[in-house]
C-alpha cells in the first residue's frame, strides 16, 4: 500500500549570492513510524519509488539515492542500517525489516553527510518521490511428507530437506509462503524532519535549528491494514513428475545434475520466479 510522498534534500535555502543570515543549508530526511498491532512478528518491505531526473539535467547523481543516502531502522535501541537495494535501473528502491508483535519502529530515510557535502557551501541534493509497504511472502523449505511413488514417505530432515531412503539424498525444496491468511493492522505516521546548516560550520556561533511536520497519509487515516501478497506454490505441481524421475533414477549427484537443474528450471516458465 502506498503511504506517502517524501523528498530528501541538502542544499541552500537561497542561492547564492546570498547573504549569510539567508545562505545557510538545509538538511532534510524522512521519517517513518510503524506499529505491528497484531500478536505476531512480520517481516515488512518497503519501496521508494524516485522521481528519476530529467534527459540532458545537469547533474543527475544528485537526485538519485545511489551511495547518497541511509535507511536507518530502529525499535527500541541503537539505530541499523538496512541495505537499500534497486530494482535494476528502475526507479525503485527497497528494504526489509523486521517488525516483532506490538512493537513500533523507526525508518529513516536519511541524506548522508559526508565531510565532501558539509564542505560545500552549493550542495544540490535534491530526491524526491512516493513510498509504500507491503507483506511479501516468506522463504521456507518443504517440511511436509510426500509420496515419491517409491513406497516410502518423505521424511523432511532437521534442514527442512526431503529426505527418503538411504539411495537418495535429501534435496531442499522451496517455497514462498504468505505470512498471513487476513489483512494486518499497521499504525503509519510519516513525517519530514530537517536541520538548517549554517555555510560555515566552524564558526564559533552555530546558527542550528530544526523543522518537522507530519506528512498526508495515501489512505488518509494512520490505522491501516495490509493485504499479505500470496506466496508461490506453483512448483507443486505438473513438473514435479519430472523432478521425481530424475530422482528415482539417480545413481550420484554429479551424473544426474545437470538433468535435475533442467527440471527446477522449468518452474520458472510456470509463473514461479
Known sequence: MEISTFELLVKPIAPPPASADVARRVVQGYFLTVSNLEERNFRFRIDFFISLPNPGFGDPNSRIPDGKVSLLYDVAGQNTELTLSRDGLTNRY???????????????????????ILANPNPQ??????????????????TGPLDL??????????????????????IPVPQFIAQSKVPVSVLLTPEVRGTFLPRDLNAGNLDVDQISYSLPLASGKALNLIS???????????????????LKSSASDLENSKTLVEALAKLETNGVA
Do not use: H
Open 228 to 246: 499479505p501478497e500470496p506466496g508461490w506454490r506453483n512448483f507443486i505441481g505438473q513438473n514435479l513428475d519430472d523432478i521425481q524421475a530424475v
Open 149 to 170: 511413488d517409491n513406497g516410502t514417505d518423505a521424511i523432511a530432515d532437521t534442514n527442512g530437506s526431503i529426505a527418503t531412503d538411504v539411495s537418495i539424498r535429501p
Open 125 to 142: 541534493l535534491e530526491i524526491r518521490g512516493y513510498a509504500s509497504i507491503s507483506l511479501p511472502p516468506i522463504f521456507r523449505r518443504f
Open 94 to 116: 527497497f528494504a526489509f525489516f523486521d517488525l516483532p508483535a506490538g512493537k513500533t519502529a523507526s525508518v529513516q530515510l536519511l541524506p548522508k553527510l559526508t565531510p565532501e
